[in-house]
C-alpha cells in the first residue's frame, strides 16, 4: 500500500504538471497568434498586464 504522503504528492505533481502543460498550449495555440495579430499599440500593455501573472504561476508549476 502506498504511503498517503506520496500519493498526495503524486496528485500534486499530476495537477502541476496539467496546469503547466495546458497553460503552455494556451499560449502557443490561442493567445500567441491572437496577440500578435493586434498589433504593438495592443501587445504592449496586455503582456505589462499578464506577464505579472504568469511567470509567476508557471514558475511554480515548473519547479514544484
Known sequence: MDDPLMV???IVHIVLGM???GSAVFLA???GPHHRSLGPEVQRPVM???AP???PALG???GH
Open 29 to 31: 495555440v490561442i493567445l
Open 60 to 62: 511554480i508549476a515548473v
Open 48 to 50: 505589462g498586464a499578464i
Open 8 to 10: 498526495a504528492l503524486r
Open 53 to 55: 501573472v504568469v511567470g
Open 19 to 21: 496546469f503547466w502543460a
